[in-house]
């Protein structure tokens, strides 16, 4: 990805934001009785977060911070997805029991990929490097 102009540093400042209402999400889940995924699904902070990704979604195509709003965008539709996938998957695995170890170790994998890329997108942020897309990262100029 070529960033033919410049990033407004309100831009970079913006998607800290983000990250921020994401991490603050998963911060809630940790030090309340809610799990990481409904606090990150759920939650108000990382609501207005995704919000807030697609209201600034035009002013960051063709930059650097595009694939930054597209790592957190993928993240929680993701998360939401992979979600309904596991509960729909335990439901029957109840009838024999199964599903009440199946829904619990899905919950618990898919918390712990969202930790991870909450954690390495701010870190990449941080170090001013794009996100991956499609397998690759392409360097920042």
Do not use: C, K
């Not at 994401?22 to 809610?34: D, G, N």
Request: glycine share 8%; hydrophobic share 55%.
């Amino acid at each position: 990805m070529n960033d033919p102009r410049p990033t407004e540093p309100q831009l970079v400042s913006y998607t800290h934001i983000v990250y921020g209402l994401h991490a603050l999400s998963v911060l809630i889940a940790l030090t309340t009785a809610a799990t990481v995924v409904g606090s990150f699904i759920f939650g108000l902070p990382s609501i207005i977060a995704v919000v807030m990704n697609y209201a600034r979604r035009s002013a960051v195509a063709g930059t650097w911070l595009e694939s930054h709003f597209r790592w957190q965008i993928r993240t929680f539709w993701g998360a939401l997805w992979a979600t309904v996938l596991v509960a729909v998957i335990s439901a029957p695995l109840m009838l024999v029991l199964v599903g009440f170890l199946t829904l619990p170790i899905g919950i618990a994998i898919i918390s712990l990929w969202i930790m991870y890329r909450v954690i390495r997108g701010w870190i990449a942020l941080r170090e001013g490097r794009p996100m991956p897309v499609g397998g690759t990262v392409e360097p920042r100029p």
